[in-house]
């Protein structure tokens, strides 16, 4: 824990993770501020004092998350959601259908590609 200061600089994980104290050491509760010009967050120490943190120039690590291939998680044995296992089964099945027709050279390779990617652009939309 850290106590707050004026001047201060400590990262937007702290501050939101709870690890500024007032000057009498009690947990800051920030929260982020309404209506004001600029984002901000504040918090009212028990000392009396207003703690607040300017983010209009902060800087953070965006991350996002690719959507989730259901039927590879589904083909490796890991969890995923019931209403996703049966539509994930379902793509497996035709995979397997498709895979066992190009052995049998009842379909070829090529066409075989083709319509998995057909099939992969309509779930796309």
């Known amino acids: 824990m850290v106590i707050a200061s004026n001047g201060l600089q400590v ?3 702290q501050i939101i993770g709870g690890a500024l104290t007032d000057t009498k050491e009690k947990p800051l509760n ?3 501020e309404r209506g004001a010009s600029s984002p901000s967050l504040i918090a009212r120490g028990k000392d009396g004092q ?3 943190a300017g983010l ?3 800087l953070v690590t965006l ?3 690719p959507k989730p291939d259901y039927k590879q ?3 490796e044995g890991r969890p995923i959601p019931k209403d996703k296992a049966k ?3 379902e793509k497996i099945k035709k995979e397997k259908e498709r895979n066992e027709k190009v052995a049998k050279g009842e379909m070829s390779a090529e066409d075989a590609a083709k319509e998995a990617a057909k099939e992969a652009e309509k779930e796309e939309q």
């Open 63 to 65: 991350i996002v998350a």
């Open 30 to 32: 920030f929260k982020i």
């Open 11 to 13: 990262t937007v994980g």
């Open 56 to 58: 209009d120039s902060a």
């Open 50 to 52: 207003l703690y607040s």
């Open 73 to 75: 998680l589904r083909k």
């Open 87 to 89: 539509e994930a089964d």
